[in-house]
Structures are given as structure tokens and as C-alpha cells.
């Protein structure tokens, strides 16, 4: 199997070298999960690992940005089980948009008048991180961990694969100019999805055989059912966009490094990323669809990608 030479494509590896391609626990192939990004659309993760976990597709390592990040670094520490993955529906189902996108009138002010270089103040995420996350390094995970990141100064993605987890998971989620920029070692760093948020090329670079790619979004739903509520709203759906065409490309440039079976990302009332009062919905239809996808097909087939054709 051929890997894509990191240096095509300006990354940052901050990894173990043992991460790099660990042995598969059994004779199936060496298995990725690949969780994107899409704030409150990270609802939809719970319902496709809880119907991964039911046919006991299991992960030998983790991959994701953003939201994504978030529910690997979740996933980690703890037992692949569909106990699991219903106590990580159960976090979305409670949280809400003061959770994670505070909006404070002084942090607004201070961001458009270039006294600070965000908008939402960042302590109701740390406080969200520390309260569900049980790991005090990357490298101390159970199942390999790699978040994606974004290094301001180089301008190249970061994978990172050791160091602070906590500091690492701040990172990988901090949307620029919504949330401050985070230091990590020599590097300035923001949400990854701002070039790749769908981290495929991340899983083939591991060595992953078979990468379960677990979206947030359509790449073919490109339109809105009604304007944008807001300026951050349309903010989030102009960035969506970029991220559905680089999807999209990545999909069909990997097509002949791994296996990539695509989870449906089903979100049929189209609920945006900016609102979390629809976590239930989100689960229950990717549970759903996920399942159909998985219970009528063999898992090598199951919307694996095949180009234009698929």
C-alpha cells in the first residue's frame, strides 16, 4: 500500500513513531476511525460509533479536528462499546451553545477593535475539556490518538500525537478569530478543520487499511433551507463549504491507499453547526442511517468511495 509523502502536502508531524503503524489486535485490517468537524453536527459521531460498536467494528486508531477531536480524545480512554458511545450521546444531549460559543459583549467588542484577535472567550470550552476528558497526555491513550491542528506561523497541519491533551484538544478546536489561537510548544495553533476537516490523509499516513470516515456533512448539500441567523452562523456554513470540496477531493486522491467506507452523514432537517438545542435528532437519524448502511451491505462495501462513480 502506498502512503502520501508528507512533505506533498506541508505537514507537521508531532507524533510517536510507534503511532505511525501499530500492529492490528486480530487478522482484520489495521482499522482508522476519522471523526470531522462540525461543532453541534459532532452529535452525529454518537449515533455512528453506537451502530459501529453494535457490529463490533472496532478502531485501532483515532483521527479527528474539531468537534471530531473532541469525541476521539472521548473515546480513547474509555471501552469501545455501545455503553460508550450512548454515555458520549448522553454529553451531547446536555450540551448547548453557552458551552462552547459564549458571546459576552466586552470579548465581541475587544475582537472587532483589534484588542484581541477572538470573539468568544475560551474558559466554558476548558471547563467542557476537563470536565469529560481522562487523559493528561495524547501518548497515554488506549486507542492511538491524533488530532489535527493548524499551525498559524507555518502555515502548515499539525498532527498531533503527543504531549498535553488537554492543550492539544484546545487547539485542535479553536475556530480562528471565534476562538484565541493556542500555543503548543513553538507553535501557534487553531482548529484543523480550517484546511482539512475530514482528516483522511492523516489515517493513510498512520497506515490504516480500513478508514471508517465519519462526516458531518453532505459534500453534495452545498445549499441553506433559510438565510443565516446571524453573522457566526454564516460564517460557519461559508467555512463548510470550503471544508465539503476538500472532503470531496480527498476522497477520491485516497480511494487507492485505504479502504474508505463513508458513514452517512444524515441530517435530513438540516440543522446547522451553530445550534445544539437538536442533539437528540442528530443521534437518532445517524444511528439510523448508520445502521441501515452497515446491516444491508459487508463492510467493505458499505458506501466504500469509488470516484465519480459512487
Same mark, same amino acid.
Given at each position: 500500500?502506498?502512503?502520501?509523502?508528507?512533505? /506533498?502536502?506541508?505537514?507537521?508531524?508531532?507524533?510517536?513513531?510507534?503511532?505511525?503503524?501499530? #500492529?492490528?489486535?486480530?487478522?482484520?485490517?489495521?482499522?482508522?476511525?476519522?471523526?470531522?468537524?462540525?461543532?453541534?453536527?459532532?452529535?452525529?459521531?454518537?449515533?455512528?460509533?453506537?451502530?459501529?460498536?453494535?457490529?463490533?467494528?472496532?478502531?485501532?486508531?483515532?483521527?479527528?479536528?474539531?468537534?471530531?477531536?473532541?469525541?476521539?480524545?472521548?473515546?480513547?480512554?474509555?471501552?469501545?462499546?455501545?455503553?460508550?458511545?450512548?454515555?458520549?450521546?448522553?454529553?451531547?444531549?446536555?450540551?448547548?451553545?453557552?458551552?462552547?460559543?459564549?458571546?459576552?459583549?466586552?470579548?465581541?467588542?475587544?475582537? @472587532? /477593535?483589534?484588542?484581541?484577535?477572538?470573539?468568544?472567550?475560551?474558559?466554558?470550552?476548558?471547563?467542557?475539556?476537563?470536565?469529560?476528558?481522562?487523559?493528561?497526555?495524547?501518548?497515554?491513550?488506549?486507542?492511538? @490518538?491524533?488530532?489535527?491542528?493548524?499551525?498559524?506561523?507555518?502555515?502548515?497541519?499539525?498532527?498531533?500525537?503527543?504531549?498535553?491533551?488537554?492543550?492539544?484538544?484546545?487547539?485542535?478546536?479553536?475556530? #480562528?478569530?471565534?476562538?484565541?489561537?493556542?500555543?503548543?510548544?513553538?507553535?501557534?495553533?487553531?482548529?484543523?478543520?480550517?484546511?482539512?476537516?475530514?482528516?483522511?490523509?492523516?489515517?493513510?499516513?498512520?497506515?490504516?487499511?480500513?478508514?471508517?470516515?465519519?462526516?458531518?456533512?453532505?459534500?453534495?448539500?452545498?445549499? @441553506?433551507?433559510?438565510? #443565516?441567523?446571524?453573522?457566526?452562523?454564516?460564517?460557519?456554513?461559508?467555512?463548510?463549504?470550503?471544508?465539503?470540496?476538500?472532503?470531496?477531493?480527498?476522497?477520491?486522491?485516497?480511494?487507492?491507499?485505504?479502504?474508505?467506507?463513508?458513514? #452517512?452523514?444524515?441530517?435530513?432537517?438540516?440543522?446547522?453547526? /451553530?445550534?445544539?438545542?437538536?442533539?437528540?435528532?442528530?443521534?437518532?437519524?445517524?444511528?439510523?442511517?448508520?445502521?441501515?448502511?452497515?446491516?444491508?451491505?459487508?463492510?467493505?462495501?458499505?458506501?466504500?468511495?469509488?470516484?465519480?462513480?459512487?
Amino acid at each position: 500500500m502506498g502512503v502520501v509523502k508528507p512533505a /506533498t502536502r506541508r505537514l507537521v508531524d508531532v507524533s510517536r513513531p510507534e503511532h505511525r503503524r501499530g #500492529p492490528s489486535r486480530s487478522c482484520r485490517p489495521h482499522t482508522a476511525f476519522v471523526l470531522a468537524g462540525g461543532a453541534s453536527l459532532g452529535a452525529l459521531h454518537a449515533g455512528m460509533l453506537r451502530a459501529l460498536y453494535e457490529r463490533g467494528i472496532r478502531a485501532d486508531l483515532l483521527v479527528g479536528t474539531s468537534a471530531g477531536a473532541l469525541n476521539a480524545a472521548y473515546l480513547a480512554t474509555r471501552p469501545q462499546t455501545v455503553q460508550t458511545a450512548r454515555a458520549l450521546a448522553e454529553v451531547w444531549r446536555q450540551l448547548r451553545r453557552q458551552d462552547v460559543f459564549p458571546i459576552h459583549p466586552r470579548t465581541v467588542i475587544s475582537g @472587532l /477593535t483589534n484588542r484581541a484577535d477572538h470573539l468568544v472567550p475560551g474558559a466554558p470550552l476548558r471547563r467542557l475539556i476537563s470536565r469529560h476528558l481522562e487523559l493528561d497526555r495524547i501518548e497515554h491513550a488506549t486507542v492511538a @490518538l491524533h488530532l489535527v491542528a493548524f499551525d498559524l506561523l507555518s502555515g502548515r497541519e499539525v498532527r498531533l500525537s503527543a504531549g498535553s491533551a488537554h492543550e492539544a484538544l484546545l487547539a485542535a478546536t479553536a475556530i #480562528p478569530g471565534v476562538l484565541a489561537p493556542v500555543r503548543f510548544g513553538e507553535l501557534l495553533l487553531v482548529d484543523g478543520g480550517v484546511v482539512d476537516n475530514t482528516p483522511i490523509s492523516h489515517a493513510v499516513e498512520l497506515g490504516a487499511e480500513r478508514i471508517y470516515v465519519l462526516p458531518t456533512q453532505d459534500p453534495s448539500a452545498r445549499g @441553506l433551507p433559510a438565510a #443565516p441567523k446571524g453573522a457566526l452562523e454564516a460564517a460557519v456554513h461559508a467555512f463548510t463549504l470550503l471544508t465539503d470540496a476538500r472532503l470531496e477531493a480527498d476522497l477520491a486522491r485516497y480511494r487507492g491507499d485505504a479502504e474508505l467506507i463513508v458513514l #452517512p452523514a444524515s441530517n435530513p432537517t438540516r440543522v446547522p453547526p /451553530t445550534d445544539f438545542g437538536h442533539a437528540e435528532r442528530l443521534i437518532g437519524s445517524a444511528l439510523r442511517a448508520a445502521r441501515e448502511a452497515l446491516t444491508h451491505t459487508a463492510p467493505e462495501e458499505v458506501q466504500t468511495w469509488a470516484g465519480a462513480s459512487a
